[in-house]
């Protein structure tokens, strides 16, 4: 059963946003939570959607804090489904504004983490996204 | 004679042993058993356990004139100046930056109508990471977070009306390769404008360990060329501008990114030594170049831990200077150092709460005899702050400068059993630190093994976890919550939209306008002179001036230094 199968998520910092404390943490916890975690540290898009590929993620999982998540976040969504990556889960997090979360969700991302989101939070819902996509991906087959 | 043996403690041993004795007694007689089982469980924020009660005996070694003296004086514990903020009240100096240079320039304007003193400066990720705003890499970035900066004309923008041989200002350069091109570009904008560069007072960043450690990026000119860029501008700066702090070691970003209190200093520290040691065998007086070194700390929730770290900080550089590089300058043992409070302990939850928590965090900087002050604002977890937050935090300042009363004695808490305890504590756990680090065979060594990474990552985790178990309460977010209170809104600043647009335009007409002959010229100088080893900033004056962009000679650091693969935790 593909669902039982250990999440693999790869982490990255957005392009050139500077703050790495907040990534590399969650990067452990989720670890710790029991999913196998790819820390890619700062890369552009491209760059992102390439290591998706190669590494076979079931989530994307992007972090910022410097303003470019409407910019660059939908751009990694655009990407991935360019490369037919359709069934990646793509979540992003940091300093993030409430009236940005619509348009973000809006433009294809799965699920956006303010600052003070619980763990607890971020791992259901990957869980959750996780298992919803692969479902999607069995029923298509 | 060593320094122990000349040491003359306040206090008669015999009275030390008559109070250890009684605070037995009394520790029998007075506490509960469940008190008794309890000590040895408190510790501060950097692990330093605490105790019920200080008394003299745990300060019973203190040497009034040895350990803590009198303000502008050895070991300086109690302050850099004698008359301290009687003499020259904190600069206020909130940090401020966004969109395009003109919009810089009208919120520090509005700063300093409503009574800032100082300036400070932050620009977006593309600029601080060398990118002009039409490179590719800037995509999205420009003018958030900070304001764009693409060459000579955008600085002359930020500060035009504003009086520079007046008005100190704080560029927030982060990084060596970023502060060799933005400061060069101050100097020629002052040359311009006919201001003589001996008045110019301020401070650049000029940080390696934010280049290398603290920052990250998808593209970081290895550690020892970063190292060799911040040893530069030090030097250059030195000889062009007297006043002007060439470096502010930065403890705080450092701190932010995941160390404790030790760590911070330490780090630090041990940076200053290395710029030292490199500037000295450069054939530099140590006390040429050490009187304008300068440090930056954060200053986070543990009120008495913070207050000493700032007054143990002091005498650790006192010691460093005077028994290590043997300085006879009294302004080389000087630690002058901002604070800016803690952006890291600020939730997005109940945001208001976040004006008593910087309020706090201020008042301990105050406390500990910080030269210059950022009180960070309520809207730190969801954008640069909107106008109406810059002010409560200039206010909070001005609260705490005029109404007080804090200002009027020179630093109030000295002989407090517990703060000269935790000093002392400090003093140790920082030499240790150092120490440590040297070991390693200095800083750069231990950055380019990837050791300060792991350090900031577990201290970043274990905090983290900490958080998320409960077990270090942030009320209203994992203590005391309340969901209606979290559910109201608050106003959240808009960045500018057309930055990127305006900036590109810009470019294209210096592009055009500019003699791009000579432009080719000065940055082949940069090169050979980045290949030579000689000092890059005078060939980086004469580019600017050229108007040369930041980008353009960020990029010939890139290709010459090539890139170093940030480690990845």
Not at chain 1, 9 to 35: N, Q, T
Not at chain 2, 476 to 491: C, H, K, M, T, Y
Request: glycine share 8%; with cysteine.
């Amino acid at each position: 059963m593909p669902t039982q199968d250990k999440i693999k998520v790869i982490v990255a910092k957005l392009g050139l946003d500077i703050h790495w404390r907040g990534a590399v943490s969650v990067a452990r916890l989720l670890r710790d939570a029991g999913m196998e975690v790819v820390y890619l540290g700062n890369q552009f898009p491209e760059a992102i959607v390439a290591s998706a590929l190669q590494e076979g993620a079931d989530v994307v999982g992007l972090s910022t804090l410097s303003g470019n998540h409407l910019t660059l976040g939908p751009k990694v969504v655009r990407l991935l489904k360019e490369k037919g990556l359709d069934d990646v889960l793509v979540v992003i997090g940091g300093t993030i504004p409430a009236r940005d979360f619509a348009p973000l969700k809006e433009r294809g991302l799965d699920e956006v983490f303010g600052p003070n989101t619980p763990m607890e939070e971020i791992v259901h819902k990957i869980t959750e996204g996780v298992r919803r996509k692969r479902g999607k991906a069995a029923a298509s087959a | 004679m060593s320094e122990a043996e000349q040491r003359r403690p306040l206090f008669h041993s015999e009275r030390i042993a008559e109070i250890q004795s009684q605070t037995q007694r009394w520790q029998q007689s007075c506490l509960s058993e469940a008190d008794r089982r309890q000590e040895g469980t408190y510790v501060t924020a950097s692990g330093i356990p605490v105790k019920l009660l200080y008394t003299p005996a745990d300060i019973a070694d203190l040497d009034y004139e040895q350990d803590l003296g009198f303000p502008g004086q050895p070991p300086y514990v109690r302050g850099v100046y004698p008359n301290m903020y009687r003499g020259r009240p904190f600069t206020m100096r909130q940090l401020t930056g966004f969109g395009s240079p003109e919009d810089l320039n009208r919120r520090i304007k509005f700063m300093l109508e409503h009574g800032g003193t100082g300036v400070n400066i932050l620009f977006d990720m593309p600029t601080i990471r060398g990118y002009d705003s039409d490179a590719p890499q800037a995509e999205g970035n420009v003018g958030q977070c900070g304001t764009s900066v693409d060459s000579i004309e955008d600085i002359a923008a930020i500060f035009q009306d504003i009086p520079i041989d007046k008005v100190s200002a704080s560029i927030v350069t982060h990084l060596p390769s970023t502060t060799t091109i933005i400061f060069c570009m101050y100097l020629a904008m002052a040359q311009e404008r006919g201001i003589d560069p001996n008045l110019l007072a301020g401070t650049t960043q000029d940080d390696f360990i934010m280049e290398t450690a603290v920052g990250s990026a998808p593209e970081v000119i290895p550690p020892r060329h970063s190292f060799r860029l911040q040893c530069d501008a030090v030097e250059f700066i030195r000889q062009q501008a007297p006043r002007w702090n060439p470096i502010s070691y930065n403890g705080y970003n450092l701190r932010e990114a995941g160390t404790d209190a030790v760590q911070e200093v330490g780090v630090a520290i041990a940076n200053a030594i290395a710029t030292l040691e490199e500037l000295i065998r450069r054939g530099n007086d140590v006390d040429f170049i050490a009187p304008r070194l300068s440090f930056f700390w954060d200053l986070c929730n543990d009120f008495f831990e913070e207050i000493a770290k700032c007054r143990a900080s002091r005498r650790v550089w006192y010691k460093i200077m005077r028994d290590r590089f043997r300085a006879k300058n009294p302004r080389s043992y000087l630690m002058r150092f901002h604070v800016q409070t803690a952006g890291i302990s600020l939730p997005a939850i109940e945001p208001h709460n976040n004006i008593v928590r910087s309020t706090i965090q201020g008042l301990a900087a105050i406390l500990g005899g910080a030269q210059s002050l950022h009180i960070d604002s309520y809207d730190e977890a969801f954008s640069v702050p909107t106008e109406e937050a810059a002010l409560v935090s200039l206010r909070a300042q001005q609260i705490i400068q005029a109404e007080t009363n804090i200002m009027n004695t020179v630093d109030p808490l000295a002989g407090s059993y517990f703060v000269e305890y935790l000093t002392n504590e400090m003093e140790r756990r920082i030499f240790d630190y150092v120490a440590e680090i040297e070991r390693m065979g200095g800083l750069v060594a231990a950055v380019d093994k990837g050791w300060l990474h792991r350090q900031i990552a577990e201290t970043a985790y274990k905090q983290q976890k900490a958080i998320e178990s409960g077990e270090m309460k942030v009320v209203g977010v994992n203590f005391l919550r309340s969901e209606a209170a979290s559910a109201q809104p608050i106003d959240v600043f808009c960045y500018p939209e057309d930055t990127e647009e305006k900036q590109r335009a810009k470019l294209k007409k210096l592009r055009q306008s500019r003699d791009n002959h000579r432009v080719r010229s000065c940055l082949e100088e940069v090169r050979r002179r980045c290949q030579t080893g000689e000092n890059v900033m005078p060939a980086v004056l004469e580019a600017v001036k050229a108007r040369a962009t930041l980008g353009e000679i960020h990029g010939i650091y890139r290709d010459v230094f090539g890139l170093w693969q940030f480690p990845l935790i």
